[in-house]
Antibody, heavy 118, light 112 residues
């Protein structure tokens, strides 16, 4: 079955770069049509799509955060990495990674809470 | 950029029916599929409707989805409300023009 799990720091300081890793199983990111996306959710607020990388290395980013994000994949390790630069307290959120094979996200990780504070 | 607007909250009694709207800001909402997720506190979202009106096998048929092109909106209807349906519900679609994924602002469903 498909599973995804996010990992990374729980606390980062303002201006630092956040690096999150999504480790998955049950599918391959080299399969046609498959992608892995990142979505975040500030406490008590809505879901926000951040970025997505596809099987063919196509990268897509939220327009409002594009300058701060970079998504990469390591197909051999079944991992997707998201980097977000210049972190700010407003970036405090639970960060989810999720699988897609069309335009919806059908499998999600449990999420990881990242707090930005000095 | 394309946006999806949902009511902040809806409430209804057990056994009743509730409908949540999801309105597209521009273009035709029918040009891309709309998907609906349920999120309970402390948990990741799960799909209740995908591709406008399709239900995962594990989701009860009390959940249904539809598209209304005249109002450029999608709707999620939950009939025979149960207390376990209390959750946040998010619609999601795809902005073809910019190749972005878009979520609505979420609707909190309260079963009184």
């Amino acid at each position: 079955q498909i599973t995804l799990k996010e990992s990374g720091p729980t606390l980062v300081k303002p201006t630092q770069t956040l690096t999150l890793t999504c480790t998955f199983s049950g599918f391959s990111l080299s399969t046609t049509g498959v992608g892995v996306g990142w979505i975040r959710q500030p406490p008590g607020k809505a879901l926000e799509w951040l970025a997505l990388i596809s099987w063919d290395d196509d990268e897509r980013y939220s327009p409002s955060l594009k300058s701060r994000l970079r998504i990469t994949k390591d197909t051999s390790k079944n991992q997707v990495v998201l980097k977000m630069t210049n972190m700010d307290p407003v970036d405090t959120a639970t960060y989810f990674c999720a699988h897609t094979s069309s335009q919806d996200f059908d499998y999600w990780g449990q999420g990881t809470l990242v707090t930005v504070s000095s | 950029n394309f946006m999806l607007t949902q009511p902040h909250s809806v409430s209804e009694s057990p056994g009743k029916t509730v409908t949540i709207s999801c309105t597209g800001s521009s273009g035709s909402i029918a040009s891309n599929f709309v998907h609906w997720y349920q999120q309970r506190p402390g948990s990741a979202p799960t799909t209740v409707i995908f591709e406008d009106n399709r239900r995962p096998s594990e989701v009860p048929d009390r959940f249904s989805g539809s598209i209304d092109s005249s109002s450029n909106s999608a709707s999620l209807t939950i009939s025979e409300l149960k207390t376990e349906d209390e959750a946040d519900y998010y619609c999601q679609s795809f902005d073809s023009a910019n190749h972005n994924w878009v979520f609505g602002g979420g609707t909190k469903v309260t079963v009184l």
